[in-house]
């Protein structure tokens, strides 16, 4: 396991503000551990929904598993000691790291970036993450824009597979919600996505078995609220018809 050697500060963007490590590999990390604002569903949620985002054709930067030794805690500021010790979500820090803005949308050249758009408000919707917001009111879209190379890097999944999921709230709100005819109201489109979820599926069970058994106790007694079955059956639901008619 990848281990961190350094806390360097914490994000200021971000609902749970991972904290900026480099690690043992030379490489620099935003950590979420157990100790922090993430919490263990939220470490589980990022972890599982990477590797299907991944599994999915999604542009996610590198994510591992990274361990902070407790004596690494002995010797930082006191406001950093939330991060907690033990195993943790690394998210490898892209050259680019700004968050993109409203204003940028019309900057993203849809010959190239449509079928992305498409993509990514179909992932959000398979795994009920209502997290991706943009109007010209603000939002949190969790959306990294390279003004350089024009492109797109997708982050932050921790509030995916969301219990409080509102569909209207979603389709009203989604950085990427004009595209929703050119995928719910096509037939090709929508089979080119279920062949698509089928593949990526498998990664669900591999990641939560490959996932640090500490993530899924709060304690010795009490288990976390991710509930493997539940979100499992959640994830199957794209092989129903009614996954896809959700606004007729």
Known sequence: MIQIIEILGRAEQGVTQPFLCKADDDQ???????????????LLNEWTAGHLAEAFG??????KIVEIHPTL???VQPEWLSLGSGAAFGSQVLSFNKELQWK??????LSSQQDLQQDILVFDWWINNEDR?????????NLLWDTQQKKLAVIDHNAAF??????KRFFENHVFRDQYAFVFEDCVTR???MDRMRAAFTAFDKACDNSPIEWWWIDQDVPCS?????????????EDQSFWRVRS
């Open 104 to 109: 940028q949308l019309n900057s993203i050249p």
């Open 133 to 141: 917001n943009l109007t010209e009111k603000g939002g949190n879209p």
């Open 73 to 75: 805690l002995e010797i």
């Open 191 to 193: 089979l080119h996505y």
């Open 58 to 63: 999604l542009p996610i930067p590198s994510f």
């Open 226 to 238: 991710f509930n493997r079955t539940d979100i499992r059956q959640l994830l199957e639901r794209f």
């Open 162 to 167: 969301d219990p409080q999921f509102n569909t």
């Open 28 to 42: 620099l990390y935003y950590v979420k551990g157990i100790g922090s604002h993430a919490g263990h569903r939220s």
